[in-house]
């Protein structure tokens, strides 16, 4: 049972690191070609143009729309034997400019900002906009939420927790059900607290998960906020 431990840990770590290892190589694309993008407006060779380098718009599963304010959801939860709640339909995914009304809250899908919310262990202090958190789940990221009433030894530590972990975020949300919720896309689970078994289960299982739309997708150069 220590191996197997052991193993599923040392896999685990591995798999983070070859994450942090992928978006520092994507940094360092994305530093050359504004270099390289730069060089070409001075010397002249782009005359009357604009070149637009715009990393948020690097997600090509959708037509941006200004006009929709429905989620495009549709569906129900389903909970499992363990607590997790599943999302059982459609989960939409077009990119809108618009405030959007959710069927559930937090959010755990459906149509949402072209931006994604940084999510590279990212902690909020004030509400974010559920629009680019949602954005930040379509990339596979695990957004832990917080009203009031959670304990503050709970919040502090599920805080380092996120810290640590790649693909991760943390906001207050006074819209919940429970004290601490932890969502990912498609998945939400309410938890007692930050020592709560289900919490390691959780980012184990949907961090960068196979529940993911699109895995290996960025969570930084986005917005912070």
């Given at each position: 049972?220590?191996?197997?431990?052991?193993?599923s840990?040392?896999?685990?770590?591995?798999?983070?690191?070859?994450m942090?290892?992928?978006?520092?190589?994507?940094?360092?694309?994305?530093?050359?070609?504004?270099?390289?993008?730069?060089?070409?407006?001075?010397a002249?060779l782009?005359?009357?143009?604009?070149?637009?380098?715009?990393?948020?718009?690097?997600?090509?599963?959708?037509t941006?729309?200004?006009?929709?304010?429905?989620?495009?959801d549709?569906?129900?939860?389903?909970?499992?034997?363990?607590?997790?709640?599943?999302?059982?339909g459609?989960?939409?995914?077009?990119?809108?400019?618009?405030?959007?009304s959710?069927?559930?809250?937090?959010?755990?899908?459906?149509?949402?900002?072209?931006?994604?919310?940084?999510?590279?262990?990212?902690?909020?202090?004030?509400?974010v906009?559920?629009?680019?958190?949602?954005?930040?789940?379509?990339?596979?990221?695990?957004?832990?939420?917080y009203t009031?009433?959670?304990r503050?030894?709970d919040?502090?530590?599920?805080?380092?927790?996120?810290?640590?972990?790649?693909?991760?975020?943390?906001s207050?949300?006074?819209?919940q059900?429970?004290?601490?919720?932890?969502?990912?896309?498609?998945?939400?689970?309410?938890?007692?607290?930050?020592?709560?078994?289900?919490?390691?289960?959780?980012?184990?299982?949907?961090?960068?998960?196979?529940?993911?739309p699109?895995?290996?997708?960025?969570?930084t150069?986005?917005?912070?906020?």
């Open positions: 049972m220590g191996s197997a431990k052991n193993s840990s040392a896999a685990r770590k591995a798999r983070i690191e070859e942090r290892r992928a978006e520092r190589a994507r940094e360092r694309r994305g530093r050359v070609l504004t270099i390289a993008a730069s060089a070409v407006v001075v002249g782009v005359v009357g143009g604009v070149v637009l380098v715009n990393k948020q718009s690097r997600d090509n599963d959708s941006p729309s200004g006009d929709a304010k429905n989620s495009g549709s569906g129900h939860f389903t909970t499992g034997k363990d607590g997790v709640k599943t999302w059982s459609k989960l939409a995914r077009t990119h809108v400019t618009s405030k959007v959710y069927p559930m809250h937090p959010p755990v899908g459906g149509n949402h900002n072209p931006v994604w919310l940084n999510c590279n262990g990212d902690v909020y202090t004030k509400a906009p559920d629009e680019n958190a949602v954005h930040a789940l379509e990339h596979g990221a695990v957004w832990v939420t009031a009433k959670a503050k030894a919040v502090d530590a599920l805080a380092a927790k996120v810290k640590k972990t790649p693909y991760s975020l943390m207050p949300y006074e819209n059900e429970a004290p601490l919720i932890l969502s990912a896309w498609g998945h939400q689970v309410a938890v007692k607290s930050a020592k709560d078994p289900e919490v390691n289960k959780f980012f184990a299982t949907y961090v960068q998960g196979q529940q993911t699109e895995p290996g997708a960025s969570c150069g986005g917005v912070m906020k």
